[in-house]
């Protein structure tokens, strides 16, 4: 199937969900208030897929990404409410320690893959339960919160109508599509997903292009880490836990390959709102959160199951 006929049947679907939505709805889903609910909600969760989505281009897992954005949630917010600063320069340091312990996290994850050898699966499981455990030890389970005013701007105010945190999710989508198809480094890590081995003995360094991909993943979450705090005007070692399953679905049904090489960004964007969509019109339903994570790990069943059998048939037509 073509990458053109992919995006058409993916805003299909998107626009099916919308129409669905509506109309189980009764049109409270398309209110002016609940839209731009959904556009404030949509990025955090759009940002996490993404640091989600480079990782799986390697045909490797990142089970820490949540863990990564409530911990540089944490240690940034932590410092804007106990250092005494002039504001502006409060946020500002709050903002860049953010995004600096996403990278650490990042570079962690990033060394344990690449240098270490650590399948990502069992590497990025230990990183999660370690970085947990270093939020929880720092919160002791409270909430940070009480941020300045300046900061809870980024999270909850728009510029001519079009929500703040909407426009940093789309000039990092556009980052991260142009890294992705406009750069040499964007060029290797497909062709490390499709086959590290052979990336190898074509003279490729695997290992910095693997560290690379985790170390801008580890920034994607410093990012998604301020728009959630600033948004929510406090964080807590549990928040968005349901993020982790959704992001994976979200990439998968996208259009990414599971086991690396294949995937666009604007596909992991596109099924990013039409989860969101989803996700919002069975809270309007008030559906038990526990059928949502059902609902949403059958759709996951179901792509995996499309396609599997949709690459079985390329191998036996030969395309």
């Not at 946020?91 to 240098?115: D, E, Y």
């Not at 919160?139 to 703040?164: C, M, Q, R, Y």
């Not at 099924?271 to 059902?294: A, Q």
């Given at each position: 199937?073509?990458?053109k ?8 679907i998107?626009l099916?969900?919308?129409?669905l ?15 731009m ?10 940002l996490i897929a ?12 990142n ?9 540089a949630g944490i ?6 409410i106990?250092?005494k600063?002039?504001?502006?320069i ?7 320690i ?8 990042g570079?962690l ?7 270490v050898?650590?399948?990502s699966?069992?590497?990025t ?15 002791h389970?409270?909430?940070?919160s ?9 999270g909850?105010?728009s510029?001519?109508?079009?929500p ?7 000039i990092?989508?556009?980052?991260t599509?142009?890294?992705?198809k406009k ?10 997903g ?8 074509s ?14 993943a580890?920034?994607?979450?410093g ?7 600033s948004r929510?005007?406090s ?7 349901s ?5 994976i679905v979200?990439v998968?049904?996208?259009g990414?390959?599971v086991?690396?090489?294949k995937g666009?960004v604007?596909?992991?964007?596109i099924s990013?709102?039409t ?8 809270g309007?339903?008030?559906?038990n959160?526990?059928l949502?994570d ?7 069943l ?6 599997y059998y949709l690459q079985?048939?390329k191998?036996?037509?030969?395309e």
């Amino acid at each position: 199937m073509g990458k053109k006929k992919e995006i058409v049947i993916q805003v299909m679907i998107l626009l099916v969900t919308i129409i669905l939505a509506a109309i189980i709805s009764k049109e409270q889903f398309l209110s002016s208030n609940n839209l731009m609910i959904m556009l404030h909600q949509i990025p955090e969760f759009g940002l996490i897929a993404l640091a989600v989505m480079v990782i799986m281009l390697l045909g490797d897992i990142n089970l820490s990404v949540i863990a990564m954005t409530k911990l540089a949630g944490i240690v940034g917010g932590l410092f804007m409410i106990s250092v005494k600063l002039p504001e502006s320069i409060l946020v500002i340091s709050g903002i860049i320690i953010m995004i600096i312990i996403g990278l650490a996290c990042g570079v962690l994850n990033g060394a344990l893959v690449s240098f270490v050898g650590v399948k990502s699966i069992i590497a990025t499981l230990a990183m999660m339960l370690l970085f947990e455990g270093v939020a929880l030890d720092i919160t002791h389970g409270g909430a940070v919160s009480k941020f300045p005013s300046t900061f809870l701007w980024i999270g909850n105010e728009s510029i001519a109508f079009v929500p703040v945190p909407m426009i940093i999710f789309l000039i990092f989508g556009w980052v991260t599509w142009y890294i992705l198809k406009k750069t040499q480094t964007g060029n290797l890590i497909y062709k490390v997903g499709e086959d590290k081995s052979a990336a190898n003995y074509s003279g490729i360094d695997v290992k910095k292009i693997i560290f690379f991909a985790y170390c801008y993943a580890g920034i994607l979450t410093g990012i998604a880490a301020i728009i959630m705090t600033s948004r929510y005007n406090s964080i807590r070692a549990d928040y968005g836990t349901s993020y982790l399953l959704k992001s994976i679905v979200a990439v998968i049904l996208g259009g990414v390959n599971v086991n690396g090489g294949k995937g666009s960004v604007i596909g992991v964007m596109i099924s990013v709102c039409t989860l969101s969509v989803l996700s919002r019109v069975l809270g309007i339903l008030e559906m038990n959160t526990y059928l949502i994570d059902f609902l949403m790990g059958l759709i996951l069943l179901i792509v995996l199951f499309i396609n599997y059998y949709l690459q079985k048939d390329k191998k036996i037509t030969g395309e």
